[in-house]
T-cell receptor, first 113, second 115 residues
């Protein structure tokens, strides 16, 4: 089954404790992206990757890191999480061409205390 | 920079009736793609329908159709014969034909369906 898998689905942690949200896709997609969703703001892009070892900032990259060492994986790293990073996070992937829709993971609910 | 605006934070429709969700966008590009995504309470992001800017014909997927007005930069979603399962957040999204992949979302419209 074609899918984007995010882990964990839920996480409650404390300020300053490094965490990683994993994202994996099995569709051999070149493009992957991370979004955060906040009430009243819709989804905003954090980082994206066009292919292995190619990443770039989205609209709200501050406080986040990513890496793309393998085509299927695109982890999101919060090295020193803060309460303003409490949000719902989505990973998405698509083929290279922009006419193709993005496939989304099921989301990760992060709470930073 | 491109922007997407959904002017209706909340909408309500009676079951079996028709409802239209509004979306406008701002761009100077001629090559782009537009999407509607549905987010039910399970919070999954589900593609409802998409439209290529170069196509004049409005896209249709079963009970879902769009009214794409390129000159007006408008992309509304019509849901016919509304069902209880249509209750969700709906997001309009824009994707440039030049930059590979970056989706720009509106803030969403919460649709309620009354039995």
């Amino acid at each position: 089954e074609a899918q984007v898998t995010q882990n964990p689905r839920y996480l409650i942690t404390v300020t300053g404790k490094k965490l990683t949200v994993t994202c994996s896709q099995n569709m051999n997609h070149e493009y992957m992206s991370w979004y955060r969703q906040d009430p009243g703001l819709g989804l905003r892009q954090i980082y994206y990757s066009m292919n292995v070892e190619v990443t770039d900032k989205g609209d709200v990259p501050e406080g986040y890191k990513v890496s793309r060492k393998e085509k299927r994986n695109f982890p999101l790293i919060l090295e020193s999480p803060s309460p303003n990073q409490t949000s719902l996070y989505f990973c998405a992937s698509s083929p290279y061409y922009s006419n193709q829709p993005q496939h989304f993971g099921d989301g990760t609910r992060l709470s930073i205390l | 920079a491109q922007t997407v605006t959904q002017s209706q934070p909340e909408m309500s429709v009676q079951e079996a009736e028709t409802v239209t969700l509004s979306c406008t966008y701002d761009t100077s590009e001629s090559d782009y793609y537009l999407f509607w995504y549905k987010q039910p309470p399970s919070r999954q992001m589900i593609l409802v329908i998409r439209q290529e800017a170069y196509k004049q014909q409005n896209a249709t997927e079963n009970r879902f159709s769009v009214n794409f007005q390129k000159a007006a930069k408008s992309f509304s979603l019509k849901i016919s014969d509304s069902q209880l399962g249509d209750a969700a957040m709906y997001f309009c999204a824009y994707r440039s034909g030049r930059s590979q992949g970056n989706l720009i979302f509106g803030k969403g419209t919460k649709l309620s369906v009354k039995p």
